[in-house]
């Protein structure tokens, strides 16, 4: 009893971990009942280790260690029943063992070969560059929630711009690293180097306002692309590109993404609600 107890706690804290990135997740778990639904939850978790290792972890050496980790674990939990606490969980449900391997360890190797990745040259090569990634992870959540034979294509396009607007308000602390969160041609363009990005300057505020607006056209493109969405997918988008709005309106870009937005409340609890009326209809 002591032991299930203790495993309990172990799963919740890599829980919190992902809800302590994307808090307004705790809203959707009223529509995704975690009780009911263990693996999806499970599975946002897994993605939030997973994305950690990628770009939580300075030290490259260091995170490829972590990822070949996860990639031994998921390459052998179909068979073992998983080690991690998260690999229990999903390879305790069918629909882990109905997904192909290879979809299993795609974002684990699309990790570690985004690893010691540079500054793009411009967005549409930031596109490209987070591609593998998000793409990957998208198109394994698409499969749990929805089957193989759904579409990802709009999962990760939403799924790499989600990323791109978190990277970008990060913009001042990240100065150091080999990837910056602004491509070089927007740089150039506005004439800002590694240093200048972490002053405020009428400068950098209006390169945040040309990638903000990029990333809000793409944005609308993604809304004619055919494919579902989880829950979970819907609720971050939405709520990202909301806050890119309103950033780019304010005077302050980089201040306003930092703040965030109420991740609480009525307009919150609707968008989940919606997105989880979409995910009843649509799933198999």
């Not at 309990?8 to 009911?36: H, M, N, T, Y």
């Not at 449900?93 to 360890?105: F, K």
């Not at 759904?150 to 989600?162: F, G, W």
């Amino acid at each position: 009893m002591i032991e299930l107890v203790e495993q309990s706690a172990v799963l919740q804290g890599f829980i919190d971990k992902w809800l302590a990135v994307q808090p307004q997740q705790r809203i959707a778990l009223a529509f995704v009942d975690g009780r009911r639904y263990p693996g999806h939850v499970a599975l946002a978790a897994l993605e939030q280790e997973l994305l950690g290792a990628a770009y939580g972890i300075r030290e490259p050496q260091v995170a490829a260690a972590k990822l070949n980790w996860w990639a031994e674990e998921l390459a052998g939990a179909a068979a073992s029943g998983g080690r991690h606490p998260l690999s229990q969980v999903l390879f305790d449900d069918e629909r882990a063992h109905a997904i192909a391997s290879e979809l299993w360890l795609a974002p684990v190797i699309a990790a570690m070969a985004q690893l010691e990745q540079g500054t793009a040259a411009d967005f549409t090569a930031q596109i490209a560059a987070a591609m593998p990634l998000h793409g990957a992870l998208a198109a394994l959540e698409t499969a749990w929630w929805y089957g193989a034979a759904a579409s990802a294509e709009r999962a990760a396009q939403v799924a790499v711009l989600n990323h791109l607007l978190y990277a970008l308000l990060r913009l001042d602390t990240d100065t150091e690293r080999d990837r910056l969160p602004l491509p070089m041609a927007r740089l150039a363009r506005h004439g800002l180097d590694r240093t200048q990005l972490r002053s405020a300057s009428a400068a950098r505020q209006q390169a945040i306002q040309a990638q903000l607006e990029d990333l809000l056209g793409s944005w609308r493109a993604s809304t004619a692309v055919s494919g579902p969405l989880s829950v979970f997918r819907s609720l971050e988008s939405r709520h990202a590109s909301k806050l890119a709005r309103r950033a780019a309106r304010s005077g302050d870009a980089l201040a306003t993404l930092q703040t965030g937005q109420p991740r609480t409340g009525l307009s919150t609890t609707l968008q989940a609600w919606q997105a989880a009326r979409a995910w009843q209809r649509q799933r198999p």
